[in-house]
């Protein structure tokens, strides 16, 4: 029997305001545990939540991000249920009234096609504090600084049919929220998390199947095994005569597989009512056409501008859009040396190779967008020819120097295009190579072709590689075929 | 100086007749000689009291004295005080001591008013008796065999007994109302959203709100003025000036419309205390006003409804008490679910406890939209009664409770105690405002009329039950408890 996979997925991304969701407490990672959790964070009696605006700002730009629905209206619901890291018993969440409306995420397949993954809705909720079950003699510690911290879960439809395609969703949804600039997107410190939903059916069925929920998986790698072996699991079971329950699945990288948590007999009321504590959201149009505005231009668009205006192949436009600051400096790189192809050549040879080695981040690169661009103009005026331009890469690189004009000074490694120089170099090597000239002028025309690579060589050498090829290689010609 | 009223006290402040220390010292005396009987207090922080006297002293000689400096009162202990244990009447809450003050005590405290303590009430808010304290029961002064009234009993009684001249106290279904009533003292509820809940321990949040307990109509306008006001700390108070209340105090009531709805002159509601009502209304007749009978016909859903949307909200507002951070947590858990059931189990009293299962229950899965939706459309049809009545007349009169104050341990089953507040609770549901005055006597037991008018009107009332207190004494009546040879 064909099968197919049928994947939806939830994804918590923190967002990248200064304070909570609903206290004034900082929103910074990595502080000593609980100095980061005032009265409103601790839940202490008494004390009331205030929304913060940047929060819904945030949101809302997500929302017009993904050309969804605003609704004027959205309204915060409690959420009920014991935990010990979750300080009020309750988590306030949206749970019938969100911030943002259905809309559509493109994402990018291997293909080079791309697909529309539909957004069911996101609404705004208070992260829980976290629970420490180490260094605590077998009790457990509480650490509330994340308690509060705003995420805005972005729930989609089951529209992804391979665990390729949530991936490919989670980072187009990654792309949107850092181009945004509403969240780091720092998978390693939490700030994007995922649960994913998975059923399988027979190829062709339309009802779904019995889905499971695999909760709180954290990088991308992770989901795409997660499911993989998910949907693999479901298969299996269901050949071998069984049946998928419906329950939570927690996935375990170290196994690589999931395992279960909980079954929907076993699942809570959440008892969810509106908070009594906080207002109805209402949204004016002003308020969201004054953030319509302001909105960058986001990965989509700039994907199909570096295509159809810059020229740019799919394949590079789209590498060179997939994150606001590859983009960023790709176009600093483009406005420095006027052109957009040896840019996009540079940042994704030269430059993302020497990243790769070294396992920097672009944002870390020890070349700015413009060293590199500088250097970029001289080989367009050919100032310099490719083989010193890379030298000249390196320099830059290691610091050698702050511009490429000041490496190509100090290093002599300007083009030498003066025919008398390189003519003079040319009857030097001649002289020095009688049995090759011997030989090439016995030769055919195409193994002359082949033979000229030698005497090429020897004059380059010579200019220590700043000679002009090209002029090296017709001027040889001549002298040659005269011999 | 025990039995004057604030605006009195301010007087004799001002004119130097004493000093806010012998003021402070002569009511911690009294409260030192008379609550072990009483029991309207379940912190006392003379200490704190008497240095606060001193600063507002040296204010006052130093010419910065405010209208407030130096005035004595005591917080219900549902306020968040910074450094003072805040029970809130639960054994849950015995040792927690605030980190911070409510907004209102903040004020307060930025006025120049001096705390004595903390007053006893229902554990949580949840009685009308103030049977429900862990601190013990609270007694009436008039009656020390009646009930003080709840949940504000403690704050009720310590007005009533010149323990204090003024008191806080919060009201989520009656619960400054009914116990000024049955003590025979002015209690305010505002508009919900008039004064800031931050730092009120919450019961149910969209009904909570904090007011003034005093001896007259004319001292709740001077505390109400020191309370009100917007607070960015509570997304629910309302951004809307705050009037000087006294200024209207002497308005004429002379073409006064006054509407008696006639569900609160129905079945159940004792005769001597509608006698008492209606000689009280004879009064405003006499003023000039003119009165009607008006219907607010959902009046018999409003006890349903509340004790729906009430209890919903308190369960998921006392989630918090589950022993992992602050409050009663129990001796050695055997797990974290043994913790939870045994914090709670042992640190909330009965009526919390069935008020968090009939909240749980009316939220589940299943029953939350014949029950909390429900009650919510409900609350809407009452609001609107008021609206519209309110279309007809100024203001609304009746009686404060369908009786005088009860015996201690008389409500034995708590339905017969919620229909206690079958005149109180559906103000709160239509979160308009309403005073309860003295009007009378049953016996001994007093009889409070309440006023009601509409969303922030407050100097209305005011002044409507000001002017009864200047043609009526029933407010200076005090109780023989308490009477010392000076």
């Not at chain 2, 239509?430 to 003295?438: E, F, K, L, Q, Y």
């Not at chain 2, 969303?455 to 005011?462: D, G, R, T, Y």
Request: include cysteine.
């Amino acid at each position: 029997m064909q099968w197919e996979a049928v994947i939806g997925l939830e994804v918590h991304v923190q967002l990248a305001t200064q304070s909570k969701i609903f206290s004034g407490a900082s929103t910074a990672f990595g502080a000593e545990p609980n100095t980061q959790a005032c009265a409103v964070d601790l839940g202490l009696p008494g004390v009331l939540p205030v929304l913060n605006e940047a929060a819904v700002a945030m949101a809302v730009q997500f929302g017009l991000g993904i050309n969804a629905e605003i609704p004027e209206t959205s309204i915060f619901d409690r959420k009920n249920y014991f935990y010990p890291d979750l300080p009020k018993g309750y988590q306030t969440s949206q749970m019938y009234h969100p911030i943002v409306g259905p809309g559509e995420v493109e994402i990018a397949l291997d293909d080079g096609t791309t697909k529309r993954v539909r957004v069911h809705h996101a609404h705004l909720e208070e992260d829980a504090g976290k629970s420490l079950h180490e260094d605590f003699h077998g009790m457990t510690g509480i650490d509330l600084n994340r308690a509060g911290t705003p995420l805005l879960e972005i729930v989609s439809e089951p529209d992804m049919g391979s665990a390729k395609e949530a991936v490919a969703y989670i980072k187009a949804l990654h792309s949107i929220v850092t181009y945004l600039g509403i969240s780091d997107g720092n998978m390693a410190e939490g700030s994007m998390r995922c649960d994913v939903n998975v059923s399988v059916r027979p190829k062709g069925q339309e009802t779904l199947g019995t889905r499971a929920e695999i909760k709180n998986v954290n990088s991308f790698r992770f989901v795409e095994k997660a499911i993989a072996y998910e949907i693999e699991r479901q298969i299996e079971l269901i050949e071998d005569g069984g049946k998928v329950v419906q329950e939570t699945r927690l996935y375990d990288p170290e196994a690589d597989e999931t395992r279960s948590m909980r079954t929907k007999e076993e699942a809570n009321d959440y008892r969810y009512f509106p908070c009594p504590d906080l207002l109805p959201v209402v949204l004016d149009q002003a308020y969201v056409e004054h953030l319509r505005e302001s909105l960058p231009e986001l990965p989509a668009e700039k994907r199909a501008r570096f295509e159809n205006e810059l020229g740019l192949s799919a394949y590079d436009a789209s590498i060179l859009s997939s994150t606001r600051p590859m983009a960023e400096y790709f176009e600093a790189v483009k406005d420095s040396c006027n052109d957009a192809k040896l840019a996009a050549n540079w940042v994704q040879g030269e430059l993302a190779g020497q990243l790769n080695r070294e396992n920097l981040d672009i944002v870390d690169s020890p070349v700015s967008a413009a060293q590199l661009g500088g250097l970029i103009c001289r080989v367009s005026d050919e100032t310099i020819n490719g083989k010193a331009a890379k030298q000249v890469f390196m320099a830059l690189w290691n610091g050698e120097g702050a511009t490429a004009d000041e490496i190509i000074e100090a290093k002599g490694l300007k083009q030498v295009t003066d025919t008398g120089a390189i003519e003079a170099m040319i009857d030097q090597v001649i002289a020095d190579s009688p049995v090759q000239v011997a030989q090439y002028v016995e030769a055919d025309e195409a193994k002359r072709g082949k033979m000229i690579g030698y005497f090429v060589g020897q004059v380059m050498k010579a200019s220590r590689g700043t000679a002009n090829p090209q002029q090296v290689n017709a001027l040889l010609k001549q002298k040659l075929d005269q011999a | 100086m025990h039995d004057k009223t604030l605006t009195e006290l301010a007087a004799a402040l001002a004119a130097g007749e004493f000093s806010s220390r012998e003021l402070t010292e002569s009511l911690l005396g009294r409260i030192e000689r008379l609550d072990g009987e009483l029991n309207s207090f379940i912190t006392v922080t003379a200490d704190q009291a008497l240095s606060a006297a001193d600063a507002a002293d040296a204010a006052r000689a130093k010419g910065d004295a405010g209208p407030l400096t130096g005035l004595p009162l005591a917080l219900k202990d549902i306020f968040c005080t910074q450094g003072v244990r805040t029970s809130c009447g639960s054994k849950m809450l015995d040792t927690f001591v605030s980190p911070y003050d409510a907004t209102v005590v903040e004020k307060l405290a930025a006025a120049g008013t001096i705390s004595l303590g903390k007053t006893n009430m229902d554990e949580f808010a949840m009685g009308s008796s103030n049977e429900n304290s862990f601190y013990g029961p609270v007694k009436n002064p008039w009656d020390l065999s009646a009930v003080p009234g709840g949940s504000s009993g403690g704050s009720a009684a310590a007005v009533a007994a010149g323990l204090v001249p003024a008191a806080l106290g919060t009201d989520t279904g009656g619960s400054i109302r009914q116990p000024a009533a049955f003590c025979g003292i002015t209690g305010l509820k505002p508009t919900y959203g008039r004064v800031s809940r931050y730092g009120m321990v919450a019961y149910a949040s969209s009904l909570d709100q904090a007011g003034p307990m005093a001896r007259s109509a004319e001292d709740c306008a001077l505390l109400l003025g020191t309370i009100a006001g917007h607070d960015l700390r509570d997304s629910t108070s309302v951004a809307r000036g705050v009037p000087d209340y006294r200024d209207e105090l002497e308005a004429s009531l002379s073409g006064l419309k006054i509407g008696l709805p006639k569900e609160y002159f129905g079945d159940g509601l004792d005769p001597e205390v509608e006698t008492a009502v209606r000689d009280a209304i004879k009064v405003y007749e006499s003023m000039g006003a003119s009165i009607r009978e008006v219907s607010l016909p959902h009046t018999d859903l409003a006890i349903p409804a509340y004790y729906v949307i009430a209890p919903a909200e308190a369960s998921s507002n006392l989630s918090r008490y589950d022993g992992v951070r602050f409050g009663h947590r129990c001796e050695n858990p055997a797990d974290l679910i043994d913790l939870y059931k045994r914090s709670r189990a042992e640190g909330f009293g009965e009526e919390v406890k069935r008020r968090i299962l009939i909240g749980t229950h009316t939220l589940s899965e299943g029953f939350f939209d014949a029950y909390y939706k429900k009650a919510q459309q409900v609350r809407r049809l009452i609001r609107q009664d008021f609206l519209d009545a309110f279309e007809d007349v100024d203001v609304l009169m009746g009686p404060a409770s369908p009786t005088p104050a009860f015996d201690l341990g008389a409500k034995k089953d708590p339905v017969s105690m919620y229909l206690q507040d079958i005149y109180t609770i559906a103000i709160n549901l239509a979160g308009i405002p309403g005073i309860s005055v003295p009007a009378g006597f049953v016996g001994n037991r007093p009889v409070g009329l309440q006023i009601l008018g509409p969303h922030f009107a407050e100097q209305q009332l005011l002044n409507v039950a000001h002017q009864f207190q200047q043609a009526t004494d029933w407010h200076r009546r005090q109780p023989a408890f308490g009477k010392e040879n000076a």
